[in-house]
């Protein structure tokens, strides 16, 4: 090209060919920022309170956990989310139960369903069990803990219930939780919640 062609070329294509440049850049930048990358394996588990369930491990059979909130809503395995109230594990007995760890099956031998309460409403709590299915035809004794996490882990009530045979419902637990935090009003008072859901 000869210093005339150059003199000729048009600078309305160079301004062209520069701001496509630009656009190509700032497409390409924002590409990368439409989808940043995972953060695989972080979880939040921002809680107050946590419910625990626990049966025998490496039992087939399944019980499921129930709560009111002072608000009259149910959490259940059907209603994970109730308000403030979260099922974090439902646990089916054996079923689903086996993992693939690099190619090799682990059971996990571990019965226990998880509920967190992940704020503070003042008002009474019902913690009710129900002995959804059995394989073993007997009684199962369901073990409840309620810790209170925030400022410092405090195990606030720990009992044990028998559940005779498949369809049992029994109240575990009743709680008062105060505009404070503190869990007081620990009482046994059944009421049915399975029948409400």
Partial sequence: MSIKDRLRSDPFTDLLFNALLGFTFLFLVAIMFMNPEAKSGIIDPKAEYI????????????????????????LWFRTPEAGLLHLDRDDRGLVNDTITIAGEEVQNPLNQEVVTLRGVVKGEYIVNLHYYASETGTPVDVNVRLVKVNPKLEVVYYGTVNLEKRGDEKTAVRFKIGGDGDVYGINFLPKSLVQLG
């Fill in 51 to 74: 419910l625990t369930i626990t049966w025998e491990d490496n039992s087939p059979d399944d019980v499921d956990v129930w709560v009111e909130d002072p608000e009259g809503q149910i």
